[in-house]
């Protein structure tokens, strides 16, 4: 198959690509094992969530979990959560949105298509309007793959929130539309909300470095089968649901 560059002039050929793409799984399960030993995230849960997740994650309901956005260490810390949480039984079959310039550098483009990331043209760095068909087939291959057994995870704030760690910045609607495509495809999926804090931050400002995001918490909320039938709806309560699992994570840290 072949691999095009991730330019939004040539999306269609690009979404076309990761609307059939397959990660490697035993790669993925050796890195995400290697990222897991690196950074040492402590995962902690609402009650009864740890049960609930390995449930879901055994059976076919495709997942989407909401994670909240400090750092460009996430998708490494978040791996490595993932590896150390019932989410393991699913590496190899997360889709995982990533913005496009992460595709950019053949080596960084080949670990984060390694990792499942789909890529995203975002309104921020190409104007609105150049986005928005693009963004319209993003969410329809997303929804997809779901609907093919997928799990599908999203930073639904959109960028890293330097503005205060504790609480969980706007969330766009774009999370609603996937979930609610899903559902048209007769693959309603669950919600789960993973809170991530590195810490006090002498400054939100700042960024965390290297060093501050090793041994991260993390907290799993309950998971909500039953999303609203609005995409607007849905995406308030992706923000009511992650800043419950940021708040557990902070007070677990």
Same mark, same amino acid.
């Given at each position: 198959?072949?691999?095009?560059?991730?330019?939004?002039?040539?999306?269609?050929?690009? &979404?076309?690509?990761?609307?059939?793409?397959?990660?490697?799984?035993?790669?993925?399960?050796?890195? &995400?094992?290697?990222?897991?030993?690196?950074?040492?995230?402590?995962?902690?849960?609402? /009650?009864?969530?740890?049960?609930? *997740?390995?449930?879901?994650?055994?059976?076919?309901? =495709?997942?989407?979990?909401?994670?909240?956005?400090?750092?460009?260490?996430? =998708?490494?810390?978040?791996?490595?959560?993932?590896?150390?949480?019932?989410?393991?039984?699913?590496?190899?079959?997360?889709?995982?949105?990533?913005?496009?310039?992460?595709?950019?550098? =053949?080596?960084?483009?080949?670990?984060?298509?390694?990792?499942?990331?789909?890529?995203?043209?975002?309104?921020?760095?190409?104007?609105?309007?150049? *986005?928005?068909?693009?963004?319209?087939?993003?969410?329809?291959?997303?929804?997809?793959?779901?609907?093919?057994?997928?799990?599908?995870?999203?930073?639904?704030?959109?960028?890293?929130?330097?503005?205060?760690?504790?609480?969980?910045?706007?969330?766009?609607?774009?999370?609603?539309?996937?979930?609610?495509?899903?559902?048209?495809?007769?693959? =309603?999926?669950?919600?789960?909300?993973?809170?991530?804090?590195?810490?006090?931050?002498?400054?939100?400002?700042? /960024?965390?470095?290297?060093?501050?995001?090793?041994?991260?918490?993390? &907290?799993?909320?309950?998971?909500?089968? /039953?999303?609203?039938?609005?995409?607007?709806?849905?995406?308030?309560?992706?923000?009511?649901?992650?800043?419950?699992?940021?708040?557990?994570?902070?007070?677990?840290?």
């Amino acid at each position: 198959m072949h691999t095009p560059e991730v330019l939004l002039d040539d999306s269609d050929a690009v &979404y076309d690509y990761y609307l059939r793409h397959r990660q490697n799984r035993w790669k993925a399960l050796a890195s &995400y094992a290697v990222l897991a030993r690196r950074f040492r995230p402590r995962i902690s849960y609402a /009650e009864g969530a740890k049960a609930q *997740v390995a449930a879901l994650v055994r059976g076919k309901r =495709p997942i989407i979990y909401a994670i909240n956005h400090l750092s460009t260490s996430d =998708p490494y810390t978040v791996a490595a959560a993932a590896w150390r949480s019932p989410l393991r039984a699913k590496i190899g079959r997360v889709r995982v949105l990533a913005k496009d310039e992460l595709f950019a550098d =053949p080596e960084q483009r080949r670990k984060v298509d390694m990792m499942g990331g789909i890529p995203v043209f975002r309104g921020k760095d190409h104007g609105i309007r150049a *986005v928005n068909a693009a963004g319209q087939r993003m969410m329809d291959v997303c929804a997809q793959r779901l609907a093919d057994g997928d799990h599908l995870a999203v930073f639904p704030e959109g960028t890293c929130n330097l503005v205060d760690h504790k609480t969980v910045q706007p969330v766009g609607s774009g999370i609603g539309h996937i979930a609610f495509r899903a559902a048209k495809l007769a693959a =309603p999926p669950a919600l789960v909300a993973i809170g991530l804090s590195y810490g006090p931050r002498p400054a939100d400002a700042i /960024e965390p470095g290297a060093d501050e995001v090793v041994s991260s918490s993390f &907290y799993f909320r309950t998971p909500v089968l /039953e999303l609203p039938a609005r995409p607007g709806d849905i995406a308030r309560l992706v923000k009511d649901e992650l800043q419950a699992a940021v708040d557990g994570a902070v007070a677990n840290y």
